[in-house]
C-alpha cells in the first residue's frame, strides 16, 4: 500500500518515529525470545539473566511508546487510516510488551532447568522457537508495511505452533509417566512450550489489528471461533 | 525577439517624427498666416491712404475701377455710418457700417483692421477702415475688404510640401528602423539560441558573432562561461564516476541515508550481503531495513552528536554475519544532514581470530596433558615407588610412551608450520597410487588385525600416475588410513577404491566406523579439531592428522573431500591431479 505524504512534514516524522520505535521494540522482543531460548539449549544461565534484567528496557520503551500515540492523538488528531494506525500501534505495543514479558517467563524456567541434568535433547522446542520468533517478525513487518497477506500467514503459523505445543505436551506426559523424578523438569519445559505459544497468539493478535488497520473490518473473533471448535 | 526590438526602435522614431510635425505645426502655422495677413492689411492700407487723397464724390464714381486694381472690395461710409457706395452690393440696401469693428476702430485710431468669417461668401475676410479727415472732423470712411482665400491656399500648399516630407521621413525611419532592429537582434537571437541548446544540454561550441560592438563582448564572455562550465561539469563528473566505481567496485558496504534518514543509497557489495534476507531496501528506514537494535543504538548515538561511531553488529540468525559499522556525516550538504555508513564483514576475521585463540589454547593444552602424565609418573618413581619393579617399568613405559606422543605432535605441528609458511619442499614425480598404497597399508595392517578388521584394496593397476611427491603421498595414506581404521569398531571393514573424475584420480576411502555428523563434517581439517575429545585422545592421535592431510593435497593441487554419516562410516575421497606425459 502506497503511502501518501501528510502536509505536515513533522507529523510525518512523527509517524515515522513510531514505526521505528516499534521495530525497535519488535526487535528487542525477538531478541528477548532467541536468547531465553538459547539460555535454555546452550544451559546458560547467565544469558537467562540478561534477558530478565533488559525486559525492564522494553518495558520502559512501552511507556514512552504509548505516551507518544497518546500525544498524536490528543495534538494531530488523526483521522481514517491515520486514526486506526495510532490505536493499533498502542494496541502493538502492548503485545509486544506482553511478549518480552513471556520470555521473561521462559528466562526464569530456564534457570531452573539449568540447575538440573538435562531431561532430553531439544527438537521441537528450537523449531517453535525458529516459528515464533518468525511470527512476530511478520506480524511487525504486517502492521509496518500495511500488509494483508504477510498478516494471514502469521495467522496461519499461529495453527502450527499450536500444533507443536500439544505434541511437546503429549511426549512430556509420557516421560513423566515413565519417571516420576522427571515430572518438575518436565513441568517447566511445558511451562517454556506454553509460553512460546502463547507469544504465537499475541503475534496473532498483532496480525488481527493490522487487518483491522488497513480494512476497518474486525478479525479477531472470526478466527477464535474456528480455534475454540478444535480440542485443546 | 526580433519582432519586438524592431517595433521598439520604428514606433520611438514614429514618436520623434509625429512630435516634431505636431510641434511644426503649433509654431509654424499661425506665424505664416499672420505674416500673410499683415501684408495683405499693409497692402490694403497703402490703397485706402492712396484714395483718401481724392475726394469722396471721386472715390464713389471711380469705386469699381479702384476694386478692381485693388482685388478688393471697396466701401464708402459716411461719418453716421450710412453706406454711400459699395463696389460690389447696391449701397441702399447695406445696413449701418458704424458698429462694424474695423470702423469704429478707425473712428477712434483714424485706421482700423478685422478678420471676420464672411457668412455670405465662407471664408475669412480681411477688413481694413480708414476715417476720411476734413480738417479735424472725421467726414466719412473709406473701407476695403478682401478675401484670406489667398492666404489659406498658401498654406495649404506649405502643409502639401510638409506632409510629404513627413511621409518619405517616415519610410526612410522604417527602413533604418527594419535594419538597424536586425542588426542589432540577430546577435542576441544567436546567443539566445546558443543558450537554449546549452539548457537543454546539446552540445555546443563556441558561438561566432560578425558584430565588433558590446554584444561581441557578451558573446565572448559567453563562450569563457560555456567553456567554464563544460570543464566544471567534465570534471564533476568525472570525479562522481570515480567514486561510483570505488562504490560499486569496493567489497565494503555502504549506505547513504537522507535527511530523513531513509536510506537512499546501497551501494553493489551491500545490496549483495542482505538482497536475500532484507529484499529492497531502498527508501525504508535504518531500523525498518535491518531491523537491528545495536545498529539502531549507535545510529541514534550518532544523530545527537554527529561525530563519527563505530560499533559491531551481528546480523542473522541462521549463519551470523558479523560486521563492524561506522557512521559519518556527509559533508557538502550543510541544509540536509545526510548520513553515511559503511560495512565491514569481519565474520571471517572475527571466525579466523576464534581459530588462533583456539590453537593456542589447544596446543598449550595438548602438550601439556603427556607432560603432565611423565612428570607425574617420573615423581612417583623418583619419591620410591621403584620397590616394585614391574611398576617402575609400567611408569617408564607410559612416560616413554606420552613422551614419544609429544614428540609426534611436535613433529606433525613441525609439518604444518612447514605446510603453511610454504618451507616444505615437494619433489613432484609420477607416482602409481597402488603402489603407494601397497607401501603404507603393511603398515596399519597391524592394528586392524587386532580390531579384526578387513581392509580391501580394489584399485587397479591400469591406474593413471598420478603427480606427487612419494613421500608425502605415503604421509597423506598413512593418515587417512589410520583415521579410518582408529574409528572403526571391531570386525568392520575399510574399503580402497579408485577411479578417475576429470583430471582427477580419485582415491576413496570408505570404512564402517562410528561417522560424523553433518555440522563436524564441516570442521573436520581444522587443527586440533576433533569430533569426540575424550575418544580421541585415548586413540593417540594428535588432533592434526587430518588437517596436514588437508594442507598437503592443497599443495598437491588436489584436494579431500569427507561424505560421512553418523553411525554408518565416513567415505574420505583424495583428489589428486592426473601425471601428463
Do not use: W
Not at chain 1, 76 to 81: D, K
Amino acid at each position: 500500500m502506497e503511502e501518501k505524504r501528510h502536509t505536515s512534514l513533522h507529523y510525518e516524522v512523527e509517524l515515522q518515529e513510531i514505526k521505528n520505535g516499534l521495530i525497535y521494540i519488535g526487535v528487542l522482543t525477538e531478541n528477548a525470545i532467541q536468547n531465553a531460548m538459547k539460555s535454555l539449549s546452550e544451559r546458560d544461565s547467565e544469558m537467562a539473566h540478561k534477558v530478565i534484567k533488559d525486559d525492564d528496557e522494553i518495558d520502559k520503551l512501552d511507556a514512552e511508546m504509548e505516551e507518544r500515540c497518546i500525544r498524536i492523538l490528543a495534538l494531530r488528531q488523526p483521522t481514517a487510516i491515520d486514526l486506526r494506525f495510532i490505536t493499533t500501534a498502542i494496541k502493538v505495543t502492548g503485545h509486544l510488551e506482553r511478549i518480552g514479558d513471556m520470555a521473561v517467563n521462559i528466562a526464569e524456567k530456564a534457570i531452573q532447568l539449568n540447575d538440573e541434568p538435562k531431561l532430553k535433547p531439544y527438537i521441537d522446542l528450537p523449531r517453535m522457537t525458529d516459528l515464533v520468533v518468525e511470527m512476530v517478525n511478520n506480524s511487525l513487518d504486517s502492521f509496518i508495511r500495511y500488509d494483508l497477506n504477510i498478516a494471514e500467514k502469521v495467522r496461519q503459523t499461529e495453527q502450527i505452533t499450536d500444533d507443536l505445543n500439544e505434541q511437546i505436551f503429549r511426549e512430556l506426559l509420557t516421560f513423566m509417566m515413565e519417571d516420576s523424578k522427571c515430572i518438575h523438569r518436565a513441568l517447566l519445559i511445558m511451562h517454556v512450550s506454553k509460553n512460546l505459544e502463547r507469544i504465537a497468539d499475541h503475534a496473532k493478535g498483532i496480525a488481527d489489528m493490522v487487518t483491522y488497520m488497513v480494512t476497518g473490518e474486525n478479525v479477531r473473533h472470526q478466527t477464535r471461533d474456528i480455534s475454540a471448535k478444535e480440542p485443546a | 525577439m526580433k519582432k519586438n526590438i524592431f517595433y521598439k526602435i520604428f514606433f520611438s522614431y514614429l514618436v520623434i517624427i509625429c512630435l516634431s510635425f505636431f510641434l511644426l505645426d503649433l509654431f509654424v502655422r499661425d506665424e505664416i498666416k499672420n505674416v500673410l495677413t499683415s501684408k495683405v492689411e499693409t497692402e490694403l492700407f497703402s490703397y485706402a491712404q492712396l484714395l483718401d487723397l481724392n475726394s469722396s464724390v471721386k472715390i464713389a464714381q471711380q469705386l469699381k475701377q479702384i476694386a478692381k486694381i485693388s482685388n478688393s472690395r471697396v466701401t464708402l461710409i459716411d461719418a453716421r455710418g450710412k453706406v454711400l457706395a459699395d463696389s460690389e452690393k447696391e449701397s441702399s440696401l447695406m445696413e449701418n457700417h458704424l458698429n462694424r469693428p474695423e470702423v469704429q476702430e478707425a473712428r477712434l485710431k483714424g485706421m482700423g483692421r478685422s478678420v471676420r468669417f464672411s457668412s455670405t461668401i465662407g471664408i475669412d475676410m480681411l477688413y481694413v477702415a480708414i476715417a476720411i479727415k476734413d480738417g479735424r472732423e472725421t467726414t466719412g470712411y473709406i473701407r476695403l475688404a478682401r478675401s484670406l482665400h489667398d492666404v489659406q491656399s498658401v498654406i495649404e500648399t506649405v502643409y502639401q510640401s510638409f506632409f510629404l516630407a513627413m511621409i518619405i521621413v517616415g519610410i526612410t525611419a522604417l527602413a533604418i528602423a527594419l535594419i538597424f532592429s536586425y542588426s542589432l537582434a540577430a546577435p542576441i537571437l544567436a546567443m539566445e539560441r546558443f543558450t537554449e541548446k546549452l539548457r537543454q544540454g546539446h552540445p555546443v561550441g563556441t558561438i561566432l558573432l560578425e558584430t565588433a560592438d558590446e554584444t561581441k563582448k557578451l558573446a565572448d564572455n559567453i563562450n569563457y562561461l560555456v567553456d567554464e562550465l563544460q570543464s566544471q561539469i567534465r570534471m564533476a563528473n568525472e570525479e562522481k564516476s570515480k567514486l561510483m566505481t570505488a562504490f560499486t567496485s569496493m567489497t565494503e558496504g555502504i549506505l547513504i541515508l537522507n535527511a530523513e534518514d531513509k536510506i537512499e543509497f546501497v551501494n553493489q557489495a551491500l545490496s549483495n550481503i542482505f538482497s536475500e534476507q532484507y529484499g529492497d531496501i531502498n527508501g525504508k528506514t535504518l531500523m525498518e531495513a535491518f531491523r537491528n537494535a545495536d545498529l539502531q543504538k549507535a545510529f541514534l548515538d550518532f544523530k545527537q552528536t554527529r561525530i563519527n561511531v563505530f560499533c559491531e553488529i551481528t546480523l542473522g540468525n541462521i549463519e551470523p554475519v558479523i560486521l563492524s559499522v561506522s557512521i559519518s556525516a556527509v559533508h557538502g550538504y550543510p541544509e540536509e544532514e545526510k548520513t553515511m555508513i559503511v560495512f565491514h564483514d569481519v565474520t571471517r576475521l572475527k571466525k579466523l581470530e576464534q581459530i588462533r585463540v583456539d590453537f593456542v589454547a589447544n596446543v598449550t593444552h595438548e602438550i601439556r596433558t603427556p607432560l603432565t602424565a611423565i612428570i607425574g609418573y617420573l615423581e612417583t618413581i623418583k619419591t620410591g615407588a621403584t620397590v616394585n619393579d614391574n611398576d617402575a617399568k609400567r611408569f617408564i613405559d607410559i612416560s616413554l610412551k606420552q613422551a614419544q606422543r609429544l614428540n609426534r605432535l611436535l613433529e606433525d605441528l613441525l609439518v604444518i608450520s612447514k605446510i603453511e609458511l610454504g618451507e616444505l619442499q615437494f619433489r613432484f614425480e609420477e607416482v602409481s597410487l597402488r603402489d603407494a598404497l601397497e607401501g603404507v597399508i603393511p603398515l596399519v595392517e597391524a592394528k586392524a588385525r587386532l580390531k579384526k578388521i578387513n581392509i580391501h584394496n580394489d584399485v587397479q593397476e591400469n591406474m593413471p600416475y598420478i603427480r606427487a611427491d612419494r613421500d608425502r603421498v605415503a604421509q597423506i595414506l598413512v593418515n587417512v588410513l589410520d583415521n579410518a581404521v582408529k574409528f572403526t569398531s571391531e570386525a568392520g571393514d575399510v574399503y580402497i577404491e579408485a577411479g578417475q573424475k576429470d583430471n582427477n584420480a580419485v582415491l576413496t576411502i570408505t570404512d564402517t566406523g562410528i561417522g560424523i555428523s553433518k555440522e563436524e563434517v564441516q570442521r573436520l581439517g581444522e587443527r586440533f579439531y576433533r569430533v569426540d575429545r575424550s575418544r580421541s585422545r585415548d586413540l593417540g592421535g594428535t588432533g592434526l592428522g587430518l588437517s596436514i592431510v588437508k594442507h598437503l593435497m592443497i599443495a598437491h593441487g588436489g584436494k579431500m573431500e569427507i561424505e560421512s554419516q553418523l553411525g554408518h562410516g565416513t567415505k574420505v575421497s583424495l583428489l589428486f591431479p592426473i601425471h601428463k606425459v
